[in-house]
């Protein structure tokens, strides 16, 4: 038999670690492009090479151009190529998650069908936000009471601390402009969230439409997570925003958005957070290296599984 064209695809014994890659790199303006099993980002400056195992996310900004090489590569490695806005802001599509396991989406996927298991995921995400209190015995609607009665403190302070004058949120979804300044600003603000902690999820693995709190929606998830951290970063961006009398507010709060996300802690503690809600008793970033990882069995009802690739029963295939 003939051998297959190309680079040959890196062994699975010799990629990196998910916990010890680097998480998410932004690239915008420039030629991505392949160099053995290295990525290249090539501009007006120059090339870098950045080895593709060591790659968790590649996160591919405006003014971007990928060769099909580039994302054979990603695949083979166990990365994934996240299409967004500038620097980061607005997620549009994906290419493949970064796990070779379904574990996580299994996991979210049982947790989120079960009532019980439910609540407990829904109470813990809570709990992250109400720091110092014990939520294990909250209903629903009493979470939901606390959560507002928080977030409605939160803006109250923040307008307090920029001068902007307050009075409710308030906002038509289909009318960004129809809103006053510090309601536009908390729309795009809020947006950039969005996108950041939905590429976040599915270069996990997981899926953006089996929420815990959240429900019905293709973003569910999306919103769960992303309302941990509105507190420390959308709203807080959003005033101060609102106080400087910009003429074009979203554009503006994109960019303070933007300029939050630069250090991409947020990304690594939002990944952090996924993994601890939906795989607790597991170690934050389980050995993906495992041979265990690549593969396939067949479900042999109830807990059991079987290997795949094999002819069972008589019938000649």
């Not at 870098?48 to 968790?56: D, E, I, T």
């Not at 996240?82 to 796990?99: F, I, K, M, P, T």
């Not at 009532?115 to 720091?131: D, G, N």
């Not at 919103?223 to 925003?241: G, H, N, T």
Request: charged content about 25%; overall charge negative; some cysteine.
């Amino acid at each position: 038999m003939s051998k297959m064209p190309g680079a040959p695809p890196p062994d699975l014994s010799e990629l990196v670690r998910v916990q010890d890659r680097m998480t998410f790199i932004y690239l915008e303006r420039c030629v991505v492009h392949r160099d053995a099993n290295a990525i290249t980002a090539t501009d007006d400056r120059g090339t870098v090479h950045v080895p593709a195992a060591s790659l968790g996310a590649l996160l591919l900004g405006p003014g971007v151009s990928v060769s099909h090489q580039a994302m054979i590569l990603l695949a083979e490695s166990g990365s994934t190529a996240v299409w967004v806005g500038e620097r980061g802001v607005r997620y549009y599509a994906h290419g493949r998650s970064l796990a070779q396991s379904s574990r996580l989406l299994q996991a979210q996927a049982q947790l989120v069908s079960n009532r019980s298991s439910r609540l407990r995921v829904a109470r813990q995400m809570y709990s992250m936000r109400f720091e110092g209190e014990d939520t294990s015995s909250l209903t629903m609607q009493q979470l939901r009471g606390r959560e507002g009665a928080r977030v409605r403190r939160c803006y109250r302070e923040q307008a307090a601390r920029h001068g902007v004058e307050w009075g409710r949120r308030q906002y038509d979804p289909e009318d960004f402009s129809s809103g006053d300044a510090i309601n536009q600003a908390l729309s795009a603000a809020h947006s950039a969230l969005y996108g950041v902690t939905h590429a976040v999820i599915v270069a996990l693995g997981a899926s953006p439409g089996l929420g815990f709190i959240h429900t019905g929606h293709a973003r569910s998830f999306v919103y769960d997570i992303a309302d941990l951290y509105k507190a420390e970063f959308s709203i807080p961006c959003a005033f101060e925003v609102a106080s400087g009398g910009f003429q074009d507010i979203g554009a503006e709060t994109r960019r303070a958005m933007r300029d939050r996300f630069r250090d991409g802690a947020l990304l690594e503690r939002c990944a952090r957070d996924i993994r601890r809600l939906l795989l607790p008793d597991e170690p934050d970033e389980d050995d993906e290296s495992s041979a265990e990882v690549d593969v396939i069995r067949l479900w042999d009802d109830g807990e059991k599984t079987v290997p795949g690739g094999v002819a069972y029963g008589d019938v000649d295939w």
